[in-house]
């Protein structure tokens, strides 16, 4: 092989690597057996090591974060935020209630193979929006769109926002959240993005999303 070859094979070679390192952190929309159960297990080792309430909310609020996007809302309450439910997430939520079940009935229980084959062919990824606003209604009637560069992904379907609650810290008085199902066929797993709320009275809302660093 000539030096000129072998540069350009070694180029394509790390090309390559390169590509398959860029989605390593992203969504995962399409699982093997071995990685299902693996999140499974994500899921349960913690929650069985909870031993108390406490112990319990704090692997629930790390849960969350793992696919969060937005604003932290242990730094900023009332920043506009979203969970992302993904095929990883819905999987350890499901070691952690195989967990939970095994403790409550003191023998090992195992979630169904047709449970998490169900989700690892789930052809949609659902969101919980999550932010604040003057009024009890200010979420009623939002819209969404995910925009990555000059591409607009509108949602398939968008769920009813719930009626606000009070905030009993700074600033917008009340919080509120509603869900936005988006098809995974239509966006880019890889890519950083933006999630736009337009309320009923005329305010955007933008949530930030680097899709390189959810599963």
């Known amino acids: 092989m000539t030096i000129r070859k072998h540069s350009a094979a070694l180029l394509g070679l790390i090309g390559i690597l390169a590509a398959g390192n860029s989605g390593v952190w992203a969504i995962d929309v399409a699982l093997s057996s071995d990685e299902a159960h ?69 023998t090992d229980v195992r979630m169904p193979e047709e449970f998490i084959q169900k989700v690892m062919d789930m052809p949609n990824m659902e969101m919980e929006v999550q932010l604040c606003g003057d009024d009890e209604y200010f979420a009623e009637g939002a819209l969404i769109e995910l925009q990555q560069g000059s591409k607009r992904v509108k949602p398939i379907d ?58």
């Open 158 to 215: 968008i769920g009813k926002a719930e009626r606000g609650r009070k905030n009993d810290t700074n600033g917008p008085a009340f919080r509120s959240r509603f869900t936005a199902v988006f098809a995974y066929e239509q966006f880019d797993p890889n890519a950083s993005s933006v999630f736009v709320v337009n309320l009923q009275d005329g305010k955007e809302v933008r949530i930030s999303a680097d899709f390189s660093k959810v599963k």
């Open 38 to 106: 693996k999140a499974l297990e994500v899921g349960r080792i913690p929650m069985e090591k909870a031993n108390s309430p406490e112990d319990v909310k704090k692997v629930l609020q790390q849960a969350s974060l793992a696919t969060r996007v937005g604003a932290d809302p242990e730094k900023d309450p009332c920043g506009a935020s979203a969970v992302l439910r993904t095929k990883r997430y819905r999987l350890e939520a499901f070691g952690r209630q195989e967990a939970a079940e095994s403790k409550k009935r003191k």
